[in-house]
């Protein structure tokens, strides 16, 4: 699937859609069924539900996770943190200078400079020790709280696509409440308080988990790292109850299907869960509790799209970036929208 398109020019989602002369719920949403595809609005998707779907969104918000960074050369980098470790430790991906790309040349050991004072050590590989790494575990000296220093000196990520300034509240979704991500959760980032009163008056529950996503760093593709998620036990049991009933439980983004796939046993039952995944799923392992999928659009090789397989399955994939490829579908976290219901 992943070699089957070429993102087009000017297909990147340059700035937010508010800045481009739109409503959040305002940007493309393409409807995708074995049947076909049809193209409608973001603020249509109550219309492409049924009374009894469930949707179910993670409720993590965005950090301001991005530092400016002094190296011991003097040159200044930028560091994203993807999270923070049960025993403090930060996870981190160093940066080049011109931010287009991890510095994969960063050594064990070597340490640079936050603002505010203190300095921050790269200690190994993340999750896997040895050089070379994109992320790194580190340590702060003397200790430091991520989120404070973040919340103090941070701003939020940004990709070489994205022009002007954007704003910490550029980067939330109306419905997050649970600090955590190092960037957004961008499939729930066209919905509205209004259009969440029209799904519940459709009769569309809106139920809510946690997963702090870590950095993307969309240059290299890899699969996500470790990310600490929270299933609860009221979300658990609707989503059994949904599925018992005939309904479709739909994710709202890869994070919630993540989330929600590692709380579903080899049974298909979903039980409340708390700590951290490291579930990749694919077409070797494909969902067995989310039924339907709204996201956005991911680049060519992103890993991303082995995850959309494996809920609706390569051939509907491949069906709606070859249609997001004619009808120029903005691509990121600021584009457009697609909606699986294989």
Known sequence: MTSTFTLPPESEATAPPERRGLARDGVRLMAVRPDGVAHHHFHDLPDLLEPGDLLVVNTSATLPARLDVRRRDGVPVPLHV???????DWVVELRRPANDGPDLGAEPGSTVELPGGGTLRLLAGH???????????????PPASARAVLTAHGRPITYGYLRGRVTLGDTQNVYATEPGSAENASAGRPFTDRLLVRLMARGVPVVPLVLHAGVS?????E???PERFVVPGVTARL?????RAGGRVVAVGTTVTRALESATGADGLVRPAAGWTDLVLGPERPARAVGG???????????????????????LVERAYDAAVAERYLWHEYGDSMLFLP
């Open 223 to 225: 699969p996500p790292a």
């Open 217 to 221: 760093s969309p240059e290299l593709h």
């Open 293 to 315: 999928l709204v996201t956005g659009l991911h680049a060519p090789e992103a890993s991303h799209l082995r995850l959309l397989e494996a809920v609706a399955g390569p051939e």
């Open 239 to 243: 989503v059994t109850a949904t599925r």
């Open 127 to 141: 999750p896997h020790p040895g050089r070379g790494s994109r992320l790194w575990r580190a340590r702060p000296e």
């Open 82 to 88: 993807s999270t923070t470790l049960d025993d403090g």
